[in-house]
Every structure is written in structure tokens, then in C-alpha cells.
């Protein structure tokens, strides 16, 4: 129990005299996490939107395809970002290997079939009269996409919400992609994984620290806004 507790001490003596360290994993984390999810929202929500509002052949199939990444191994789609960014793969010359646009892809992809998936369920569970409405009002594409989406939104945000949380917490993809390099592309969990297994326990604690307190603000933004909106 001492052992706990004095690791819990130095961390709080870490997280409160600003360690460049830590907070350089943390502002990694904020970064990588920020570009993935927003990337993720603008391709993953209009895929959702056309999978749960049209009807169309393959619907199923596509539906279960789309399930079936959700369970996919994270390790796999690292792997498979690896060769096509790595200095061999089609995607080289890009230069995104060990970088944080390239952990950005790949975690983009990691979050991608949650928001499709969750999208698709909200758009699905509106109320069927909508869209005979929206027509007959002589709504175009864009103010159906839209106003669908409005009607949807506490579904969005569930899917925003989820897919950040598997995108901030994921540590094999950024561990892959972006090599854990110190100043640069090393995260809170790379971060957690490696102090710890130096056996510096005070520091993996601060830095599980920080990911449960801004894992908790976003929810607790989340339902916030949530609150308000059914207000």
C-alpha cells in the first residue's frame, strides 16, 4: 500500500510542477486525438447517414461489414497502416511513418466504423414520418442530409463520444505508427506503457491521471450539451 501511495504522491509533485515530460505526452495525446476524431466525423457521418437513411443492394452486407471492424484487432490495422506508410509502401514518400498525421490515420481508421455504425443506428430509430415530411415540405439533398442529422444529434454524439474514447485510449496503433519517440510522438498510454515498465511507477500514474480527467471532462461536456439541447 506505501508503494501505491508514494507513487500517487510523485505524481501529483510531477503533474503539479508542469513536467515538460508529461505534458508533452499529453499534448501529443490532445493533438493526435483531435485530428483522428474530426477526421472521423467528416468521413465516417455522411457513411453513416447514406447506410441507415437509403436502401439500397448490399446494405446488409455493408452493414456487417462495418460491425464486423468494430471488433477488428487494433494491432492489425497498425500493421496494415505500417506497410503502406512505411519507407517501402505505396504511401512513402509521404513521409507519415513515426509522425503524428500518421498516428492520425491510423487511429482514424480505428474510430471510423464506430461513428458509421452509430450513426447509422440513430438515423435508422428516427421517427419514419421524417423524411415523407421533409419531402412533401420540398426539402432538397443537402437540407434532408442536414435536418436528418439535426433530429439525430444526441446519436452523433454518442458516436463522437465513442469513437474519441477508443481514439484516445488506443496505444498499439500509436505505439506502431508512431514509434514512441520522446518530444515528438510519444502519447500518455505509449508513455504509461514504457515508464512503468522502467519501473517508473509515479509517472505512469501521473499520466493515468491526466487520461482519466480528460476522458471524464469530455463526458461530462458531452452530457452537458446533451442536457441542454433536450432542454
Not at 18 to 28: E, H, I, L, M, Y
Not at 45 to 61: E, I, N, Q, S, V
Not at 91 to 116: H, K, R
Not at 151 to 159: K, M, N
Request: charged share 15%; proline share 4%; glycine share 12%.
Amino acid at each position: 500500500m506505501d508503494y501505491i501511495l508514494d507513487g500517487l504522491r510523485q505524481a501529483l509533485e510531477l503533474l503539479l510542477g508542469g513536467d515538460p515530460a508529461t505534458f508533452s505526452a499529453v499534448w501529443t495525446t490532445v493533438m493526435v486525438s483531435l485530428e483522428a476524431v474530426a477526421a472521423t466525423l467528416v468521413l465516417g457521418t455522411p457513411a453513416g447517414f447514406a447506410l441507415g437513411y437509403g436502401d439500397f443492394p448490399g446494405k446488409r452486407t455493408i452493414r456487417m461489414v462495418v460491425e464486423t471492424f468494430l471488433a477488428f484487432p487494433t494491432v492489425v490495422i497498425g500493421l496494415v497502416v505500417y506497410a503502406f506508410i512505411s519507407r517501402r509502401g505505396p504511401l512513402g514518400e509521404l513521409g507519415l511513418l513515426f509522425t503524428v498525421p500518421g498516428m492520425a490515420v491510423g487511429l482514424t481508421i480505428l474510430g471510423l466504423p464506430i461513428v458509421i455504425a452509430l450513426t447509422a443506428q440513430a438515423v435508422e430509430n428516427l421517427d419514419p414520418r421524417l423524411r415523407p415530411t421533409l419531402l412533401t415540405l420540398g426539402a432538397g439533398p443537402s437540407q434532408v442530409f442536414f435536418a436528418t442529422l439535426g433530429e439525430a444529434r444526441f446519436g452523433l454524439l454518442l458516436a463522437a463520444t465513442a469513437a474519441f474514447g477508443r481514439i484516445f485510449s488506443e496505444i498499439g496503433i500509436s505505439m506502431m505508427l508512431g514509434g514512441n519517440i520522446k518530444w515528438s510522438t510519444r502519447t500518455i498510454t505509449t508513455a504509461i506503457a514504457l515508464e512503468t515498465g522502467k519501473g517508473e511507477f509515479a509517472t505512469g500514474i501521473a499520466l493515468g491521471i491526466v487520461l482519466m480527467i480528460i476522458a471524464f471532462a469530455v463526458n461530462m461536456a458531452a452530457s452537458a450539451f446533451r442536457r441542454r439541447s433536450a432542454a
